[in-house]
């Protein structure tokens, strides 16, 4: 359980690509068919409020310079991945 919130929490502070589906039914001869289905995209920014959740959570006070910069890379690779960057 606690993997899984991390996991979520990782997911907005780097953004993600989110999908909605519409569909409209009716009845015809006593059946439901599918008369319209409208599909929306968006894209949700990075949180920074869930990265500095990840940072807090990581004992960010406790990291050396060096394992502030490898961090801070990861983080800049992970928004370049996203297209946020």
Not at 10 to 24: I, L
Not at 39 to 65: C, F, H, S, Y
Not at 69 to 77: D, I, R, S
């Amino acid at each position: 359980m606690e993997e899984d919130v991390k996991n979520a929490l990782k997911k907005c502070a780097v953004g993600f690509g989110t999908s909605e589906v519409v569909e409209e039914f009716s009845v015809e001869d006593g059946e439901l068919k599918l008369v319209k289905k409208k599909v929306t995209r968006r894209d949700v920014p990075p949180d920074i409020k869930a990265v500095k959740l990840l940072m807090d959570d990581g004992n960010v006070g406790e990291m050396t310079d060096e394992q502030l910069e490898e961090e801070k890379q990861n983080l800049k690779k992970l928004l370049e991945d996203k297209n946020f960057g």
